[in-house]
């Protein structure tokens, strides 16, 4: 099964640097992440049926978007754990911050719903995880976010998903084959998403620096943009895989 009639490389899609320092020194040596995500889509059996499921569940789940992005990040602040990546230095709850963050979450919603196997959705995701694992050096002093709470955050959504599609729609049969098909395509993306850590060596934490605001109007943290512009510009250098190198 082709989405969209993408070639597989039979490379996985990537070829991965040794690790996380190397994200900060030089561009990703990234290639054809479309063909990673389509050889994943065949994996798990996502087909056509799957994504007209998903997009056709918009409606509901945009219509409760802003339920839906409070509810993870009320979650994340029940956890020191992960509470900590939301307070400011002096340890109060930056509200700022959340719901810039909540609007970036509802962003992905969007995407998620349109999702199609082009380059920029996959590269937006490995950006997510690369920015989560290797944070930027205004925030560098919290550290990498674990990566262990990423695929929790998978699992929360997939719940909280599925809750909404059986408050709001009245056949039990759509329900449950609409939510198998949001559990298939969050694991495409939690595929790209991991492989943005590349190890689980993480960046320790360290004190907290001076007050800076790193966000633009959008909400996207500027470490997010950095990273976005080497993953395209390794796109246009690294075109094809290194034979040398497996996945």
């Known amino acids: 099964m082709l989405l969209a009639g993408l070639p597989h490389n ?6 991965k640097p040794a690790t996380h320092s190397e994200f900060a020194r030089a561009s990703l040596m990234i290639f054809d992440w479309p063909a990673r995500m389509q050889q994943m889509a065949d994996f798990v059996g996502f087909t056509e049926d799957d994504l007209a499921l998903v997009r056709s569940s918009g409606p509901i ?7 839906l992005t409070t509810a993870v990040y009320d979650h994340f602040l029940q956890f020191p754990q992960t509470a900590r990546f939301f ?17 970036s979450l509802a962003r992905w919603l969007r995407n998620s719903i349109d999702f199609q196997l082009d380059e920029q959705f996959p590269v ?24 262990r709470f990423m695929i929790g955050t998978m699992s929360f959504a997939q719940t909280a998903i599925a809750n909404v599609l059986s408050e709001d729609m009245d056949d039990p049969s759509q329900v449950l084959h609409t939510s198998v098909a949001w559990n298939k395509l969050l694991m495409l993306q939690l595929d790209v998403l991991l492989a943005g850590y590349v190890t689980e060596t993480p960046t320790p934490a360290t004190a907290p620096p001076p007050p800076a605001d790193d966000e633009d109007e959008e909400g996207e943290p ?10 395209l510009d390794g796109n246009r250098t690294n075109g094809a895989p290194n034979q040398s190198q497996g996945e």
């Open 10 to 15: 039979g490379m996985g899609g990537i070829v």
């Open 61 to 67: 789940l945009l219509a409760r978007a802003e339920e």
């Open 87 to 103: 307070l400011t230095p002096e340890g109060e709850i930056d509200q700022t911050r959340l719901d810039r963050r909540k609007h």
């Open 124 to 147: 937006f995701l490995l950006a997510m995880g690369v920015v989560h694992s290797n944070p930027s050096l205004e925030r560098g002093y919290l550290g990498s976010v674990p990566a």
């Open 222 to 231: 500027e470490g997010m943009r950095r990273v976005l512009t080497n993953i």
